[in-house]
């Protein structure tokens, strides 16, 4: 049977932004165990984007792993997402192709507004860890799961450092922007307030 993990945050950014950032999350110093990420195929159908990506991480073994299992600690993971833009709503599934005898994880996030702030994004996070290995299987879905709650900490900081930071930068440009301009012309003057 496998153990089941499930944990909910809320990014104080909108669903427009945590969408478009998600993409750009890596790198961050709260991940430096993700290597890689390759788009493998991306497509729309029904109005929805439906992507593959190929991603490489790696992750320091136990002592007692590092006798049983390959040297080559590095792991290939596949992750699916669509993302639905009518329906605000982000839906990712990843799980390990390599090193499977050993540990399975599968994963499901979902990424949608808050229903009290629209201005939020909730994540709501799934997984299920399996081991096939006679005799090892408790042991490595205790650390399949231990190590998973942990890269998912550092999965939800890195994300949110990715759009502090696009936050600042897309400020840092509109300020400068509003205050020089085009040719020293301000873009727009801002409406006046007005009561009736």
């Known amino acids: 049977m496998a153990k089941f993990y499930s944990s909910s945050n809320v990014y104080n950014f909108d ?39 190929l991603l490489k991480k790696t992750n320091k073994l136990p002592r007692w792993g ?12 596949v992750e699916e997402s669509i993302v639905d833009p009518v329906n605000k709503k982000l839906t990712t599934y990843t799980r390990n192709i390599t090193l499977t005898k050993w540990l399975l994880l599968e994963e499901k996030c979902e990424y949608y507004p808050c229903s009290q702030n629209s201005n939020w994004t909730i994540c709501k996070r799934y997984a ?3 081991s096939s290995m006679f005799g090892l299987a408790p042991a490595l879905k205790a650390f399949g799961y231990e190590r998973f709650k942990s890269n998912a900490s550092k999965a939800i900081k890195g994300l949110s450092y990715a759009l502090k930071k696009s936050s600042e ?8 922007i509003m205050a020089h301009g085009s040719n020293n012309q301000p873009i727009f003057d801002p409406p006046k307030a007005t009561c009736t």
């Open 128 to 130: 299920w860890i399996s």
């Open 15 to 53: 669903w427009d932004q945590v969408s478009a950032i998600y993409w750009k999350k890596y790198p961050n110093p709260y991940s430096p165990h993700v290597l890689t990420e390759d788009v493998i195929e991306r497509k729309v159908v029904d109005r929805k984007l439906i992507t593959t990506r």
């Open 66 to 77: 590092e006798k049983l299992l390959p040297l080559n600690s590095s792991a290939y993971i």
């Open 169 to 176: 930068s897309d400020n840092s440009q509109y300020q400068y």
